[in-house]
């Protein structure tokens, strides 16, 4: 999953400010060992594999929150817009954590109090699915009395609406994990199994997808996907209503299925939820409903919504981001002060920043060229401008801490030892390509923490040999812009966390040169034959152990053989929250604040 400007399992964000342009290798931030050992703790938890619950775990209402009391509006400062509000087209951070508030799909992650602990449970299903098969069919069926917002029932129908129109030209931002199973296919040929949805009357056959009744869904796979329940408890697998069903329209206004429902959304400027009364929860063992009303303020960057709420008076007492980090100016010294950290909540994330080479150019074709830009690009910019070794931790390769299979010491680029990078080994290499001054287009996110550390990057490209032009993207459609095929650059930064605990939601969405097109996660536009062919080998591997193994191989290929990413930083998180905030809890699988547990005190 892509992050807003970087996803979790099925889910958050992070990000921070700072002001000065900054090219050494110094670090910032604190350099507490207890610190340090607590980060590798958090990383090494979230390997671990998380357990699919039976139907007593899949019954409602949630776990109480202790302490907890219903009332009240909360503020929400948030950096980002939200592009996109439809289930099937959310997969970014920020869309996902709002998600979590009014979308419900057939499962779910259930959380312990600490929101270290989680399992995969029935949320609108009665449990996380029931396969005999070894996970070609599995079986869910739908609780009783479900109710979208405008009150209609919830059926089997709607579920087969939820994943047909998936297959549909106009959903292009989502995830692609169960229509490519449907279709047993890779890349985006899955789309010519049902090639215009359900909107011109076609269905799914039953070979594939079924509901014989109102409350039952069959799915049906040539080949065995025992990951079915985690990649269900997807925001961008939430289920759709069929009535309701606007097409491009439901973008902005879909009908809700959580705890809360849409009174009016402003794009760029402001958006209200409220109780949806046709919400259960007693169908619900994942989500409470104690805040009366959530009132979202867009455009604030993080150093604004850390003023704001250190400042604590006002609304800003039962004020939160969803999203926003404490600010890199800020940072260091709220973790100092035992009052203020109080206040924080702190974690490991999936994310893994990485800057793009565009491999569509044809000025990029050249293996050198690309080394080059590898060896040159400063990370510490970028570190920096998020806060320092308190926000992130320099990266060597694609594969996070979180997930099984990641390689401390693998550092093809040299970045943990040189952070500033190596300019004279990278003018070396685009000598030899014959490419001294060679112009470089830089796609970057027009915030501050953006234009901060592109300033700084571009300065040590420059150093090696680059004639480097930066153009800036408005951060709301950052990701539209960049996923698309003939985008304006050659170089841009994104960051993506596994949706699930496994490299096989990391490397294939990333990397499968099948899945270029408009939309697509393949940022960088790699067509490479040996990394489909071992996409496809590797998914094979039913032993997690044995298949994360080979993931982190096909890792160092890409990055030796292929070089068509510069891995940049392992993603960290510090938020923070008025003192009138409850249930403020950081949670793993989110990667940041968990709404569902809110209440005002």
């Known amino acids: 999953m892509s992050r807003s400007g970087r996803h979790a399992y099925a889910a958050l964000s992070v990000f921070a400010a700072g002001a000065l342009v900054l090219t050494g290798c110094s670090k910032g931030g604190s350099d507490a060992s207890d610190n340090n050992k607590q980060d590798q703790e958090n990383a090494k938890r ?13 019954q409602g209402p949630a776990a109480a929150v202790k302490g907890a009391k219903s009332g009240g509006t909360m503020e929400v400062l948030q950096r980002d817009s939200f592009a996109h509000l439809d289930p099937a087209q959310i997969y970014v951070s920020d869309e996902m954590a709002v998600a979590q508030l009014i979308h419900r799909g057939l499962t779910g992650y259930k959380a312990s109090d600490s929101g270290k602990v989680h399992e995969v449970v ?14 070609k069919t599995w079986k869910y069926t739908l609780k009783d009395g479900l109710k979208f917002a405008d009150g209609t029932a919830i059926t089997s129908k709607d579920v087969r609406q939820t994943f047909e129109r998936q297959f549909a030209s106009f959903i292009n931002q989502g995830p692609t994990y169960i229509q490519q199973w449907l279709a047993n296919t890779s890349g985006t040929e899955y789309r010519k199994l049902l090639p215009d949805g359900p909107y011109k009357g076609k269905h799914l056959p039953d070979s594939v997808l079924q509901t014989p009744d109102e409350k039952t869904i069959v799915f049906k796979f040539k080949s065995p996907h025992p990951d079915l329940p985690y990649a269900l408890a997807m925001a961008g697998y939430s289920v759709v209503s069929a009535k309701g069903d606007t097409k491009e329209k439901y973008d902005k206004n879909p009908v809700t ?25 007693k169908s619900d063992p994942i989500r409470n409903q104690y805040v009366n009303q959530w009132d979202f303020t867009f455009n604030q ?15 800003d007492q039962a004020g939160i981001s969803l999203s926003n980090q404490v600010d890199a100016g800020n940072l260091s010294s709220v973790l100092k002060d035992p ?35 590898a060896y040159a690009l400063p990370v510490t910019p970028f570190v920096r401008a998020y806060g320092g070794t308190d926000a992130m931790e320099v990266a060597g390769g694609l594969i996070s801490p979180t997930v099984s299979g990641y ?10 030892k040189k952070p500033a990078g190596d300019p004279a080994k990278a003018k070396a290499l685009l000598k030899k390509a014959g490419k001294l001054n060679m112009k470089l287009t830089f796609g970057y996110i027009n915030t501050p923490e953006g234009q901060q550390y592109s300033t700084a990057m571009a300065a040590g490209l420059k150093k090696a040999g680059f004639d480097v032009q930066r153009q800036e993207i408005p951060a709301e459609s950052y990701y539209d812009q960049v996923s698309k095929v003939n985008n304006n650059y050659d170089i841009f930064h994104t960051a993506w966390g596994a949706d699930w605990p496994s490299s096989s939601t990391v490397i294939p969405p990333l990397y499968d040169g099948r899945l270029i097109a408009d939309g697509s996660s393949n940022y960088s536009q790699v067509n ?8 496809d080998r590797i998914n094979k591997i039913t032993d997690p152990v044995k298949s994360a193994a080979e993931w982190e191989k096909l890792d160092k290929y890409l990055l030796t053989k292929v070089v068509n990413e510069v891995p940049t930083a392992y993603y960290k998180q510090t938020q923070i929250a008025g003192s009138k905030v409850g249930g403020f809890v950081y949670d793993d699988v989110i990667g940041g604040v968990d709404p569902r547990r809110l209440f005002i005190k």
Do not use: C
């Not at 299903?125 to 396969?131: E, F, I, K, L």
């Not at 960057?301 to 609304?315: I, P, V």
């Open 122 to 135: 029935g949320d609108l299903a009665t449990d996380s699915g029931t396969t005999t098969d070894g996970g």
């Open 301 to 315: 960057q993080f150093e604004q919504s850390t003023k704001a709420l250190l400042a604590d008076s006002g609304a």
């Open 339 to 373: 009052k203020l950290k109080a206040r924080t909540i702190s974690g490991y994330q999936s994310y893994v920043g990485q800057m793009n080479i565009n491999l569509n150019k044809p000025e990029l074709k050249d293996i050198n060229i690309r080394k080059a830009i």
């Open 528 to 535: 490479d034959e040996h990394v489909n062919s071992e996409i």
């Open 407 to 416: 390689d401390a010491k693998f550092d093809p680029y040299g970045k943990k």
């Open 257 to 281: 299925t959580g705890p809360y429902k849409i009174q009016s959304f402003k794009s760029g400027k402001s958006m209200v939820l409220v109780k949806n009364t046709n919400w259960d929860p």
């Open 46 to 58: 979230q390997q671990s594999s998380i357990k699919f619950g039976d139907a007593a775990d899949s």
